[in-house]
């Protein structure tokens, strides 16, 4: 049996020296450097101001970052605001501020000093910080980029629809074009009696907006209609109004003015003959034609002439010197010099035999233009 006194307890090893070692973290691990300043080796002495920052919040820290400023900290202990140029980077001037690039969750072995375990904490934060900032913008590039892949897919989707509905509309416009060209050609009476219709109406709306409301003005108006009704006056505005349906109508064929300018050339450069007769459609009476493109013996009247020189200078075709000049080769085209019995532009109309009622109106219809026409120049 062993025994042992009271003073002479079981040798223990004396103490062993702690040897200060370095707080400092790098990418081999954790330094096991001797501490020489502060507790920290020559090669991380630096990393001792991660445990001064205790003031600067990680959000701080997270703006100053992402604001492309240094991450490292002045001996003022204050954030650096040196553009190192890019987020989450350090200075040329703290870059040995930096810890590893992937700091460890916990020392390989053993458990850290509180200093290390402050510099790790830390380290470890801005590390998620960027982290967490890098997924951001990754997000963000990535939505972008699926934004414009989006909008590059509705352009072409847009353009292909446009090019669908214009060759539509194309395809519909030559179905039209087609249709027209065989259709038969409208009846010139049901457009004579539309456009009656229609003015009518105007007429009536006109009526009521004149003020026409109360019955008494309306039933005044319908007595004077009655008492007018038969009267000349009534028969020339129907008569001009329907010279007025005749030039609508020519001017919706087309401008009306060439194609009687062309006219007018072609009978001045016409020599007539018993083989080559003349005929009262074939002179270029200055007045708009029916609905059906013919002129009548009584459509040659003063008002008429007058309306269709003073719609074709309404419509501005010509400028009123040149309406100036077509008037007067119309005096010229239709002076009593030419038209009369014995020349051959009136000579030859109608068989030869007779037709003397249709060379006497022709006589008498150029007899009305002429003087309606000095009447235009005189004034
Ligand atoms: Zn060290
Ligand atoms: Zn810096």
């Known amino acids: ?111 850290d000093s509180p200093e290390r375990a402050i510099i790790r904490a830390r380290m470890r934060e801005l590390e998620r910080l960027a982290a967490e900032s890098g997924r951001r913008e990754r997000a963000a590039r990535d939505r972008w980029a699926q934004e414009e892949q989006q909008r590059r897919e509705e352009a072409r989707a847009r353009a292909e629809r ?19 060209w065989h259709a038969p050609p409208p009846d010139p009476r049901s457009e004579w009696y539309e456009y009656q219709r229609s003015h009518q109406r105007q007429r009536r709306r006109n009526t009521r907006a004149s003020g026409g409301h109360s019955h008494e003005e309306q039933r005044r108006q319908r007595d004077d209609r009655h008492e007018q009704q038969h009267s000349a006056q009534e028969r020339a505005r129907a008569e001009q109004e329907e010279q007025a349906a005749r030039a609508a109508q020519d001017l919706q064929r087309g401008p009306i003015l060439e194609r009687y300018l062309i006219a007018c050339a072609t009978f001045d450069a016409t020599q007539f003959s018993a083989r080559n007769p ?94 309606t026409v000095n009447g235009m120049r005189s004034t």
């Open 1 to 111: 049996m062993s025994y042992y006194g009271y003073n002479t307890g079981p040798s223990r090893a004396a103490p062993a020296q702690i040897r200060p070692v370095c707080h400092g973290l790098d990418d081999t691990g954790d330094c096991i450097a001797r501490a020489t300043t502060r507790g920290f080796c020559p090669t991380h002495q630096e990393q001792a101001v991660w445990l001064n920052i205790t003031h600067i919040s990680s959000e701080e820290r997270r703006a100053h970052a992402e604001g492309r400023r240094c991450c490292g900290v002045t001996k003022k202990n204050a954030l650096c605001r040196n553009n190192p140029g890019g987020n989450y980077q350090f200075c040329w001037l703290h870059g040995r501020q930096r810890g590893p690039s992937n700091v460890a969750p916990r020392p390989f072995f053993g458990v």
């Open 162 to 180: 446009d090019a669908e509905e214009h060759r539509r509309q194309r395809e519909e416009e030559q179905r039209q074009q087609e249709e027209r």
């Open 278 to 371: 003349n005929s009262f459609a074939n002179i270029p009476w200055p007045v708009f034609a029916r609905a059906d493109g013919t002129v009548r013996v009584g459509d040659v009247t003063p008002a008429n002439i007058c309306f269709f020189f003073d719609a074709n200078k309404m419509r501005r075709y010509k400028t009123p010197r040149e309406r100036d000049v077509i008037v007067k080769r119309v005096a010229w085209r239709f002076h009593p010099d030419r038209f009369s019995v014995s020349r051959a532009v009136v000579a030859t109309i109608g068989d030869l035999i007779g037709d003397a009622v249709e060379r006497r109106a022709v006589v008498d219809a150029a007899e009305v233009v002429i003087k």
